[in-house]
């Protein structure tokens, strides 16, 4: 019950540079969902690239990929969590995906993984924004040490002495790159 009264007060959209992690956060949540603190939801990601331009377009899409009884039931329970991920990616259907969202929004909890010029629909004020922050000095040597050990020193001083590989660095799926 705790996490539904965190979930319930409005839908949230994450935004983020490229390559900041939205889609990363939204394989946690769905993770997360697992977990028995959450288990009472039932996660839907759904990869707004991969969405049709038509009515009801969200539980067509399901429906396409799934057996949609399930998802009748949680929605009927109001356990379904919709996760939107790349509204930024939703090409043709971006259209009338705002408007199944402004319609829809109610109907079952939502989260929205977005680039921030993206998300700029009508309905958007109804959704807490969340944005997905650079890593600070801290967090970048830490996870350089825990990927490189040893040779976490090479990397690091280079990153001290070139402007563009630390602002690279701040980015956790480029960062990841240049650890690589």
């Known amino acids: ?29 769905l993770t997360y969902c697992a977990r028995d603190e959450a288990r009472w939801l039932v996660p839907v990601v759904v ?12 539980r067509a899409h ?16 109001g356990r379904v969590l919709v996760i ?14 705002d ?3 402004a319609r829809d929004v109610d109907r079952y909890a939502v989260v929205v993984t977005s680039r921030e010029t993206a998300f700029d629909g009508l309905f958007s004020a ?11 000095d801290g967090q970048r040597r830490a996870l350089v040490r825990r990927r490189l050990g040893d040779r976490a020193n090479a990397l690091l001083k280079d ?13 956790p799926l480029l960062l990841e790159v240049a650890i690589a």
């Open 1 to 29: 019950e705790v996490c539904r009264s965190r979930l319930a007060p409005a839908p949230a959209v994450v935004v983020g540079e490229p390559a900041a992690g939205k889609t990363t956060f939204s394989r946690q949540l």
């Open 47 to 58: 990869r707004c690239a991969e969405l049709r331009a038509e009515e009801n377009m969200v």
């Open 62 to 77: 399901v429906s396409r990929r799934f057996d949609d009884g399930w998802f009748d039931e949680a929605e009927r329970r």
């Open 84 to 97: 939107l991920d790349g509204y930024d990616e939703a090409g043709e259907a971006k259209a009338a995906l």
């Open 99 to 101: 408007v199944e969202l």
């Open 126 to 136: 109804r959704f807490r924004r969340l944005e997905l922050a650079r890593l600070d």
């Open 159 to 171: 990153m001290s002495l070139n402007a563009s590989l630390s602002r690279m660095g701040e980015n």
